[in-house]
């Protein structure tokens, strides 16, 4: 059973507008959530987290929000630019899960079209 | 500069045959793991240590072992590889929430 979940394997935008990437996670107990991006041929990097406690997390063009109500978090990027073009994982951690086990969705993949 | 480190970067090998990934991590992390990643499947855990002598099984851990006898080194065997070991694996480490990547090996199972 998926218990995170990116519904869009893939999303193509125009370079200069907005790309968000949605993620909906089924376990009331992830109080930590992370995005990773990841280019071909390379590991994963860390892109942006937002705790639970928060519903709103932002670090320059990189945006997360959290609703959860709806167990559902998105990442906005803007303006999307052609570099942005990867695949994006989102990642969430269980509560008083301190080490960093994580349970990721299976990655959106983002084209960004100049 | 601190780094995470796997080798080698592409192996082939054969059905049967044992075959061990090298994770090397220099930021003395307590917090070691394995990933695989598979189309379709995301990244999914195949084994973790929070510390030497340490190890768990993760969500993919039959067919794989590992050992965590020093902070900077967390190997992985494939005690007897199948085609189904096929796949991309990736080392992390962490000294809280967040994970830092290695850079992937791509094992290929004839």
Same mark, same amino acid.
């Given at each position: 059973?998926?218990?995170?979940?990116?519904?869009?394997?893939?999303?193509?935008?125009?370079?200069?507008?907005?790309?968000?990437?949605?993620?909906?996670?089924?376990?009331?107990?992830?109080?930590?959530? @992370?995005?990773?991006?990841?280019?071909?041929?390379?590991?994963?990097?860390? #892109?942006?987290?937002?705790?639970?406690?928060?519903?709103?997390?932002?670090?320059?063009?990189?945006?997360?929000? #959290?609703?959860?109500?709806?167990?559902?978090?998105? #990442?906005?990027?803007?303006?999307?630019?052609?570099?942005?073009?990867?695949?994006?994982?989102? +990642? +969430?951690? @269980?509560?008083?899960?301190?080490?960093?086990? #994580?349970?990721?969705?299976?990655?959106?993949? @983002?084209?960004?079209?100049? | 500069?601190?780094?995470?480190?796997? $080798?080698?970067? *592409?192996?082939?090998?054969?059905?049967?045959?044992?075959?061990?990934?090298?994770?090397?991590?220099?930021?003395? *992390?307590?917090?070691?793991?394995?990933?695989?990643?598979?189309?379709?499947?995301?990244?999914?855990?195949? *084994?973790?240590?929070?510390?030497?002598?340490?190890?768990?099984?993760?969500?993919?851990?039959?067919?794989?072992?590992?050992?965590?006898?020093?902070?900077?080194?967390?190997?992985?065997?494939?005690?007897?590889?199948? $085609?189904?070991?096929?796949?991309?694996?990736?080392?992390?480490?962490?000294?809280?929430?967040?994970?830092?990547?290695?850079?992937?090996?791509?094992?290929?199972?004839?």
């Amino acid at each position: 059973d998926q218990q995170v979940k990116q519904n869009s394997p893939s999303l193509s935008v125009q370079e200069g507008r907005i790309s968000i990437l949605n993620c909906d996670y089924t376990n009331s107990m992830f109080d930590y959530f @992370l995005w990773y991006k990841k280019y071909p041929a390379e590991g994963p990097t860390f #892109l942006i987290s937002i705790s639970s406690i928060k519903d709103k997390n932002e670090d320059g063009r990189f945006t997360v929000f #959290l609703n959860k109500s709806a167990k559902h978090l998105s #990442l906005h990027i803007v303006p999307s630019q052609p570099g942005d073009s990867a695949v994006y994982f989102c +990642a +969430a951690q @269980l509560y008083g899960g301190s080490q960093g086990n #994580l349970i990721f969705g299976k990655g959106t993949k @983002l084209s960004v079209k100049p | 500069d601190a780094e995470i480190t796997q $080798s080698p970067r *592409h192996k082939i090998t054969e059905t049967g045959r044992q075959v061990t990934l090298a994770c090397h991590q220099t930021w003395n *992390h307590n917090n070691m793991f394995w990933y695989r990643q598979d189309l379709g499947h995301g990244l999914r855990l195949i *084994h973790y240590s929070y510390g030497v002598q340490d190890t768990n099984k993760g969500e993919v851990s039959d067919g794989y072992s590992v050992s965590r006898s020093n902070t900077e080194d967390l190997p992985l065997t494939l005690e007897s590889a199948a $085609s189904s070991q096929t796949s991309v694996y990736f080392c992390a480490s962490s000294e809280g929430k967040t994970q830092y990547f290695g850079p992937g090996t791509r094992l290929l199972v004839l």
